[in-house]
């Protein structure tokens, strides 16, 4: 006899809302264990700036004395068309600028003044100095270790460089487990952090000047997808291509701004540098004193150039060059541009204006404070501000989108590519229409941990990038 069972529609509902809070509580504790604090400092930032000032001292101090050097290759001086590459020495440069140049520039850096006062900069920009360093050791190790395919395109990153590398050494178990751990964290970031927050937060920024977004998000949701399609499916090279065009152009439209702000209130600037440096090493109770602003600026420079997680190494591998010191040296400019020049500019914004200190701006949230600074001098500014903000989540979202490929093709192939393209599209649709909540908490966790498999693999591969080092000058 046939027995029918029948399916109480409320049990499945109440097992489905139970697995998504178990999930969303999964989510959380491993949030909470990446982000494990000492003294108010992030392990993971501890990890990232002890790793830049082991580093600046292993090699020489690189940072200060290639910087000259790091500029005329870029310049193209050293170009040489008939090396193995599909891009040149400044393409490389400036992809691996639009992944890190964004958001964090804006909102971040008035978050830090904010919470750990206007010493928040000094220290953020000494980490975006040891982070010069830590650039050049990972991307010199991109370029060493990178694959060149047959058909004359270029894979290289963490994920091979801690494989080969690490085999060299008689660690091939240990180099291939933190190549996958690396690749897996880095596919997460592409996902989550990388495309559905810059969409959520770019259409966030951009719904301040043309409020119709804010109740249409799917218009710029599909905007974006199209934008980003267009590109990505291109390539390394058409990425390149867009970067080199975009970067520039943000750039200087933003350092414009600030240093027009900056020049009106040419006469206050030696009082702003003098309340940076006496807030640096404060002990006011009100912004956390020096503790506070070490914390801050550290924490916001780990966001802001990405020195450590070996995500840029990836575009770096790429540039035409056949010696692979020569490409790390270029990528000490990243931090420097991204977190000493542009991080630095908009601090001063903030500060000379007064608004850091406004209690019209108490309530305003990173960006919008930003833009509040602005505002005061240039009154179209957030306008400016808005397309600014386009830019910048557009430019890191192609980037990211070629190295989450990548990463997934280290995997799972080549010829599951597709799949992950029209995943990363599908995050950025999802990002406009959504609050993606636990998912962009585990992704931010994801980005930052890539750090831990990387770093960890470059202590043991750094005594090569500085013989490397020895024998370039050398030969220079």
């Known amino acids: 006899m046939l027995t029918v069972t029948t399916i109480n529609p409320q049990t499945n509902f109440n097992f489905i809302e139970h697995l998504s809070m178990t999930i969303s509580q ?15 400092m992030p392990l993971i930032v501890i990890w990232l700036i002890s790793g830049g000032a082991i580093f600046t001292v292993w090699m020489r101090f690189i940072n200060i004395r290639a910087f000259k050097h790091a500029i005329d290759i870029v310049r193209g001086k050293y170009d040489n068309p008939d090396e193995v590459g599909e891009v040149s020495h400044f393409q490389a440069l400036a992809t691996a600028l639009s992944a890190t140049v964004g958001l964090g520039n804006i909102a971040g850096v008035a978050i830090a003044i904010r919470l750990g006062g206007p010493g928040a900069c000094f220290w953020l920009t000494l980490a975006g100095f040891l982070g010069m360093t830590t650039k050049f050791v990972e991307c010199t190790l991109g370029q060493k270790y990178r694959l060149v395919k047959p058909d004359g395109t270029v894979a290289g990153g ?18 291939k487990i933190l190549s996958i751990l690396f690749a897996i964290l880095a596919i997460c970031g592409a996902l989550g952090s990388s495309s559905i927050y810059q969409s ?11 409020p119709i977004i804010a109740e249409r998000g799917w218009i710029y949701g599909i905007l974006m997808v199209f934008l980003v399609g267009l590109v990505i499916l291109g390539g390394i090279r058409r990425i390149a291509s867009v970067a080199a065009t975009i970067v520039p152009f943000m750039c200087g439209i933003y350092i414009l701004g600030a240093a027009y702000v900056i020049l009106t209130h040419f006469t206050a600037i030696p009082a ?26 550290f924490r916001r420079s780990a966001f802001s150039n990405e020195a450590g997680l070996g ?64 505002s005061t001098v240039i009154p179209g ?11 910048f989540a557009f430019s890191t979202m192609i980037s990211w989108g070629y190295y989450g490929q990548l990463c997934w093709e280290y995997l799972l192939g080549s010829r599951t590519a597709i799949i992950y393209k029209l995943l990363f599209l599908l995050a950025i649709f999802m ?18 941990t890539m750090a831990l498999p990387n770093l960890l693999g470059m202590y043991f591969l750094a005594s090569q990038v500085s013989q490397d080092l020895k024998d370039y000058f050398s030969r220079f």
Not at 381 to 391: E, G, K, Q
Request: hydrophobic share 50%; aromatic share 10%; net charge negative.
């Open 158 to 175: 963490p994920m091979y460089y801690l494989s080969e590398g690490l085999s060299k050494l008689g660690l091939p178990f240990f180099g």
């Open 26 to 40: 999964l989510l959380k504790l491993i949030n909470d264990i990446i982000f494990l604090e000492i003294g108010g």
């Open 272 to 297: 702003a540098i003098t309340t940076i440096l006496t807030s640096a090493f404060s002990f006011k109770a009100a912004t956390g004193g020096t503790l506070g602003a070490i914390i801050q600026g």
């Open 431 to 448: 990002g406009s229409v959504a609050n993606p909540n636990s998912v962009i908490q585990f992704s931010d966790a994801m980005y930052l």
């Open 200 to 210: 959520n937060q770019s259409k966030v920024g951009v719904a301040q000047v043309i």
């Open 381 to 391: 500014f957030p306008y400016i501000l808005a397309l600014a903000v386009f830019l």
């Open 311 to 374: 995500i840029a190494a990836i575009a770096h591998s790429a540039a035409k060059t056949d010696e692979p010191v020569r490409e790390g040296i270029v990528a000490v400019l990243e931090p420097f541009i991204d977190t000493i020049l542009v991080c630095n500019l908009t601090a001063l914004v903030i500060i000379l204006t007064g608004a850091y200190n406004n209690p019209e701006f108490s309530n305003l949230g990173g960006s919008e404070l930003t833009s509040a600074a602005f």
